[in-house]
T-cell receptor
Framework: EAGVAQSPRYKIIEKRQSVAFWCNPI?????LYWYQQILGQGPKLLIQ????????DSQLPKDRFSAERLKGVDSTLKIQPAKLEDSAVYLC???????????????FGPGTRLLVL | AQSVAQPEDQVNVAEGNPLTVKCTYS??????LFWYVQYPNRGLQFLLK??????LVKGSYGFEAEFNKSQTSFHLKKPSALVSDSALYFC???????????FGAGTTVTVRA
């Protein structure tokens, strides 16, 4: 079974530029998550989708971050404009999205490492 | 509010010795607890979880964890550590009436040969 795919793996940009990350979850997984992991910290949830609807985006900096999952499968996370403090690893995860979603294991992709100069 | 604490930034053990990685949590409600491991330049890999039932949970690669409600702890253990267990370990908690999975800051485990 293929895992969660993410691209690109690495990205270097200058501040005030824009950047986009792509995620393809495990086939059949209805729930998709984007996390931000700053060096030395645990992952922090940015946004959670159930199919193509947003479940939780309370920690997404909406003035510069946006995410979409139009067809309920792939997702993109965009930052515009980027700031120095956005340098981090952006992790995508997915889970089945059943009625017991809170108990489900989340499966993570390899992440995209972003460096903002 | 929910939170997870991993009191040790680093754990160093010799190969073949027991390994323990500590985790305590604070939640309002029943907790769902998870352990993940992260190798360099890789995503997080699931090790085990506690949902309900037996307080001792067995997981991947010989790891186990014990849920202790009175001490609000969920320590990860392995009876005999391997050099290949050297990695970054994260504890995470989710409450039964909430969506967000909250992670600890992580513990770096180094197993020396």
């Amino acid at each position: 079974e293929a895992g969660v795919a993410q691209s690109p793996r690495y990205k270097i940009i200058e501040k005030r530029q824009s950047v986009a990350f792509w995620c393809n979850p495990i086939s059949g997984h209805a729930t998709l998550y984007w996390y931000q992991q700053i060096l030395g910290q645990g992952p922090k949830l940015l946004i959670q989708f159930q199919n193509n609807g947003v479940v939780d985006d309370s920690q997404l900096p909406k003035d510069r971050f946006s995410a979409e999952r139009l067809k309920g499968v792939d997702s993109t996370l965009k930052i515009q404009p980027a700031k120095l403090e956005d340098s981090a690893v952006y992790l995508c995860a997915s889970s089945l999205g059943s009625s017991g979603v809170l108990q489900e294991t989340q499966y993570f992709g390899p992440g995209t490492r972003l460096l903002v100069l | 509010a929910q939170s997870v604490a991993q009191p040790e930034d680093q754990v160093n053990v010799a190969e073949g010795n027991p390994l323990t990685v500590k985790c305590t949590y604070s939640v309002s409600g029943n907790p769902y607890l998870f352990w993940y491991v992260q190798y360099p330049n890789r995503g997080l890999q699931f090790l085990l979880k506690y949902i309900t039932g037996d307080n001792l949970v067995k997981g991947s690669y010989g790891f186990e964890a014990e849920f202790n409600k009175s001490q609000t702890s969920f320590h990860l253990k392995k009876p005999s550590a391997l050099v290949s267990d050297s990695a970054l370990y994260f504890c995470a908690v989710r409450v039964s009436n909430g969506y967000k999975l909250s992670f600890g800051a992580g513990t770096t485990v180094t197993v020396r040969a």
